[in-house]
């Protein structure tokens, strides 16, 4: 695993978010992909590749891939996010989650549903107004297409449950999807995530380890699915999260940038 120097901008962004219009636009989001979840990460996959610096999956033909560009900086690619609704689900033969999890309460909901994934921002740009501008472009199509459940996998870094005991415990004891929503990780990569009582944990240590996309989503009204699933190809320990949209309060949907 390689950590990237972060360096500091030297000039004002011009955040620009669009969906991928061609395949140009698409290998410049798996290249980012790439800088972030392989050579930053360590993560792989059977599709991954290397030659070339791209991280790409045989799902990647079937989403919308959201882009952020920095036209400041000759329209450079700084962040990415991919969409998948049902429509595109049945073309792909399933949601990416469903290899991790069993989804049917989602299925049998009723409810219009939008799978996310694999967010990145380039390391120069983490902690700023990035996010925020890709949250505003995924806000703006969750309404596009009227999507009342948004859910997908985020990933704690590595697959030692042991070290993640406290934040996987945390999300479990205060965090874990009503019964009517909850999906359940599957064998064998399934883990356990209640892995210590609550009274034991130390909340702000295990919101220390907590990854910031993770957070941004509990803030929102996210919940999290039942168990953890470890995704040893690419060196994850993943969680579900699930978010109702209309269960959002004002104060979270002006957080998350969507309009009313």
């Known amino acids: 695993m390689t950590k990237p120097p972060r360096m500091t901008l030297t000039h004002e962004p011009e955040f620009r978010v669009a969906l991928a219009q061609s395949e140009d636009d698409l290998r410049a989001a798996q290249a980012l992909r790439y800088d972030v979840f392989v050579t930053e990460l360590g993560g792989g996959g059977a599709l991954v590749d290397h030659a070339a610096g791209l991280e790409k999956d045989r799902f990647d033909p079937f989403f919308d891939h959201l882009i952020l560009f920095d036209d400041a900086a000759e329209s450079k690619v700084v962040g990415v996010y991919r969409m998948l609704r049902a429509a595109q689900a049945q073309d792909a033969g399933g949601y990416y989650s469903e290899g991790e999890y069993d989804i049917s309460p989602l299925h049998v909901s009723g ?30 199509y969750v309404a596009r297409h009227d999507i ?53 944990i130390d909340r702000r240590g295990a919101m220390k380890q907590m990854p910031a996309l993770i957070k941004a989503y509990l803030r929102l009204g996210g919940v999290v ?20 949209t209309s269960a959002m309060s004002e104060r979270q949907k002006r957080i998350y940038g969507a309009t009313t």
């Open 225 to 244: 699915g039942a168990g953890a699933f470890l995704d040893h190809a690419f060196n994850t320990t993943d969680v579900c999260l699930i978010m109702d």
């Open 148 to 200: 009342d459940i948004m859910f997908g996998v985020a990933s704690f870094h590595g697959t030692d449950v042991v070290e993640l005991a406290a934040p996987l415990s945390l999300l479990h004891h205060r965090h874990l999807a009503p019964e009517a929503l909850r999906v359940h990780a599957k064998r064998p990569g399934a883990t356990i995530m209640e892995l210590m009582p609550e009274s034991q």
């Open 111 to 140: 409810k219009r549903l939008l799978e996310l994934g694999r967010s990145c921002v380039h390391v120069d740009y983490r902690g700023g107004a990035a996010m925020f501008h890709l949250w505003n472009g995924v806000a703006a």
